[in-house]
């Protein structure tokens, strides 16, 4: 693992607010990416903004590992079954919560709404307990 480079760092979360003000600005829209890619295949005569959106955030990221010399290792060492299983409760809880991280934690709570402050606190305190009981209960990514 590299260390903590508190640059890219701050670049990266002034380019994610960026992108997430352009948006609300632009098209009234809030950068949830969740709701973004459901409302992509739930029809609607919006598919075209929601697509370059989403394009673009997959396409920024490619340039970006294309063209810099640092990444980050993957994780091993993972089954199969715990990350299907994350992945099933992950799109639940986005289901359950009206929504993702990205919609509560950057844009809800930049906008005050005590909703997404809430579910930011569930999120993470859930990641932790998760993190948690996989590593020293189930003894995954030990």
């Known amino acids: 693992m590299t260390s903590f480079t ?4 701050l670049a990266g979360g002034a380019l994610i607010g960026l992108a997430a003000t352009l948006l609300l600005l632009f098209n009234g829209r809030i950068a949830g990416i969740s709701g973004i890619v459901n409302g992509l295949f739930n029809g609607g005569n919006d598919r075209a903004w929601r697509a370059t959106f989403l394009v673009g955030m997959i396409g920024a990221a490619a340039l970006v590992y294309h063209f810099t010399p640092v990444h980050f ?3 091993s060492g993972f089954p199969v079954w715990a ?17 993702c991280t990205s919609g509560h934690g950057i ?3 930049g906008r005050l709404s005590v909703r997404s ?3 930011t606190a569930c999120f993470f305190s ?8 996989s590593r020293h209960l ?5």
């Open 107 to 109: 844009c809800g709570i």
């Open 73 to 75: 290792e993957g994780r």
């Open 126 to 133: 859930i990641g932790v307990i998760t993190a948690l009981a």
């Open 138 to 142: 189930l003894g995954i990514g030990s």
């Open 83 to 99: 990350l299907m299983v994350a992945g099933l409760l992950v799109g639940a809880g986005t289901r359950l919560g009206s929504g």
């Open 117 to 119: 402050v809430a579910a």
């Open 6 to 9: 508190p640059y890219s760092a």
